[in-house]
């Protein structure tokens, strides 16, 4: 069976306006009994730092906060094993934004669905395409909504786009479970080494834009293995 699997990486927006940053509201915070000023300005500070130490990573995985910096989709013979095609593309620097990555993600995505080709991904439903949808929004690129709402159908047997996320945990969020566990569980291997999506932000800053190309690819790879060797237990 020919398959088309895909997967995106996301950092924070650069060009989100300031008035659309995530901000640290203090009247947010319930004080409790704390009634010592002292310690209700201790108390707000930390809650602080910890707000600013993971604001990149809400904005990260925020559809209307982040950015794309890279996308991979694979063309995949599952019979044979190998790959038949794949489109690849990488942000990088400042002065580059993620048009081309979304332009190309949605032209590689319409490719698979015109072709009546299943497309696989790993919480695909939940994030990437609502990610892609919002940066296609943003970016001005055209696409068809008929075919987003298709692929982002949350149903058993949604034979357009097989979410191995949901489809292994039986549509029930309780039992989700990361990729890496079923790739170890049936082994077909591990995710890569030393870097998972935490890293991603850290590492596009470093300059390190291949290494985040290489892990996605590496992620999609695995996904559409994954769908070969349970392909038989959940095509319709």
Same mark, same amino acid.
């Given at each position: ?10 950092? *924070?927006?650069?060009?989100? *306006? ?81 048009? $081309? ?16 080709? *299943? ?22 690129? *055209?696409?068809?909504?008929?075919? %987003? ?45 030393? /870097?998972?999506?935490? /890293? ?7 300059? $390190? ?21 349970? $392909?038989?237990?959940?095509? %319709?």
């Amino acid at each position: 069976m020919k398959i088309f699997g895909f997967d995106i990486e996301t950092i *924070p927006c650069r060009d989100l *306006p300031s008035e659309c940053v995530p901000a640290f509201n203090p009247g947010d915070i319930k004080l409790g009994n704390l009634k010592d000023p002292a310690k209700i300005k201790a108390k707000l500070e930390e809650v602080r730092l910890g707000f600013e130490g993971n604001k990149n990573k809400i904005m990260s995985i925020d559809p209307s906060l982040c950015e794309v910096c890279a996308f991979v989709g694979i063309f995949y013979d599952t019979q044979k094993e190998q790959i038949v095609d794949e489109t690849k593309v990488s942000v990088v620097g400042d002065e580059d934004n993620d048009y $081309e990555a979304i332009y190309q993600g949605w032209d590689a995505i319409k490719q698979a669905y015109n072709a009546k080709m *299943p497309i696989v991904s790993y919480n695909g439903i939940g994030f990437d395409l609502p990610v892609m949808q919002h940066r296609a929004i943003y970016n001005d690129i *055209p696409f068809s909504p008929r075919m %987003y709402s298709l692929l982002t159908k949350k149903w058993e047997g949604n034979a357009h786009h097989y979410d191995l996320m949901l489809v292994l945990s039986g549509w029930n969020n309780t039992r989700w479970k990361k990729l890496d566990f079923y790739l170890k569980r049936l082994n077909l291997g591990s995710k890569t080494e030393g /870097m998972d999506g935490s /890293m991603v932000f850290d590492t596009w800053k470093n300059g $390190e834009h291949q290494k985040i190309l290489d892990y996605c690819r590496d992620d999609v790879l695995e996904t559409c293995k994954l769908f070969a060797r349970i $392909e038989p237990w959940i095509v %319709y």
